[in-house]
């Protein structure tokens, strides 16, 4: 693909919308070729490279097939799912698909641990990133996460997880995200891998903010759960906040008279590795954002400079980080004004967490990659926010 520029992505809209039109009436079978290769679209979301070459797109020769499937696949708008019974590798494409039944929405949940809810700064799920959710983890090099065939909805879309044998349902609920486990047959509870699901689904949700161009300052996700917190569980349902950290792990709802605290619940501490006291077990999860320290310097200094960060901004950078103005005027001073030693000695302050770098969160790539967003260095900011 190194040898074609695509400088207006309608061409592609235009072919997904063709692909999704042609759902609508199964006697439109113009792209899909057949009645029975239409049904199975519209039912399960699969469909086959063959059924690309009627799209205006390859037929005016403006793309091929494997090359319209290859950047859709880059774009997590679709996916690889296999080969199906006749030998030929079938691809998923989410949107296509109908909305679950109210009967279907209704799910019960096993005792031993709370709906793992994912929330997002903007109060709804942003638009693409549900379907483009399903077709990330669908692509990842893991491939242990695979559909469950027969329950696949537009919004809700249910994972056999192949190492394990338990299933994972994802229900887009507009406002947010609920994950919830289904244990497989002859295990219990304390069998399932929930901080490893937590922390797969966070890793895709971030590749998929980050290739959809949203600022995950402004749509990034967070964790909460249904709130129960006395006096607060019988109002309207809502969300208690999780926040995860190493010396308190704790939910928070800010709604009703009075924002309230509690420690998470054993149910809910199952999804991150802590206790429900917040005391530590043996390994952390990439949600506790494991600090840096003086020996990262060079490691953060390679990613800046690999990302052409504008290194003149260094003192906005470091106030958002947690550095006082008169520190920075210090800095420049013995510095004699030199950008690159500036930065550098800007970021040793930092790691250390000199002046108030604890209370704007400790080193880490999270923290670095907020305060880059802060200070319009959006780019930069969401490879960071990748590799947290």
């Given at each position: ?147 469950a065939s027969d329950k696949i909805y537009r919004n809700q879309v249910m994972f056999h997880l192949t190492e394990y044998g338990h299933y994972v349902l994802l229900k887009n609920c507009i406002k947010y995200l609920q994950v919830t486990i289904t244990v497989c047959h002859g295990s219990t509870i304390s069998d399932v891998p929930f901080p490893k699901i937590q922390e797969f689904l966070s890793q895709h949700l971030l590749i998929v903010i980050t290739k959809l161009r949203y600022s ?173």
């Amino acid at each position: 693909m190194k040898d074609i520029v695509i400088t207006d992505p309608q061409i592609l809209l235009d072919l997904v919308n063709e692909l999704i039109l042609c759902t609508f009436t199964f006697k439109n079978i113009r792209t899909m070729g057949s009645r029975s290769e239409a049904e199975r679209f519209h039912s399960s979301g699969r469909f086959k490279k063959q059924s690309l070459q009627k799209c205006d797109i390859i037929k005016k020769g403006l793309l091929t097939a494997d090359q319209v499937i290859s950047i859709l696949i880059h774009l997590s708008i679709i996916a690889p799912v296999g080969i199906n019974s006749e030998g030929e590798e079938e691809y998923f494409l989410p949107c296509v698909l109908v909305h679950a039944p109210v009967s279907v929405l209704a799910s019960t949940v096993a005792p031993g641990y709370s709906p793992l809810l994912i929330t997002f700064k903007c109060g709804y799920t942003p638009r693409g990133v549900f379907s483009c959710l399903i077709s990330s983890i669908l692509c990842s090099r893991e491939g242990q996460w695979v559909l469950a065939s027969d329950k696949i909805y537009r919004n809700q879309v249910m994972f056999h997880l192949t190492e394990y044998g338990h299933y994972v349902l994802l229900k887009n609920c507009i406002k947010y995200l609920q994950v919830t486990i289904t244990v497989c047959h002859g295990s219990t509870i304390s069998d399932v891998p929930f901080p490893k699901i937590q922390e797969f689904l966070s890793q895709h949700l971030l590749i998929v903010i980050t290739k959809l161009r949203y600022s995950a300052h402004k749509v990034g996700h967070s964790f909460g759960f249904h709130c129960t917190l006395e006096d607060h569980a019988t109002s309207d349902p809502h969300i208690a906040q999780c926040i995860i950290s190493i010396q308190n792990p704790h939910i928070k709802c800010t709604i009703g008279p009075s924002p309230m605290t509690a420690s998470l619940t054993l149910e809910q501490a199952i999804w991150f590795k802590v206790s429900s006291k917040g005391q530590d077990k043996t390994n952390y999860s990439n949600t506790l954002r494991t600090s840096f320290d003086i020996t990262h310097l060079s490691m953060v200094l390679r990613f800046l400079t690999k990302e052409h960060y504008d290194a003149t901004t260094w003192q906005q950078l470091g106030l958002a980080l947690g550095i006082y103005q008169p520190t920075l005027n210090k800095i420049e001073s013995d510095a004699r004004g030199k950008t690159e030693d500036c930065l550098r000695v800007c970021l040793s302050s930092w790691l250390r967490q000199e002046d108030n770098v604890k209370e704007s969160g400790i080193p880490n790539w999270y923290t670095l990659a907020k305060a880059l967003d802060s200070i319009g260095q959006r780019s930069i900011a969401d490879l960071a926010y990748v590799k947290h």
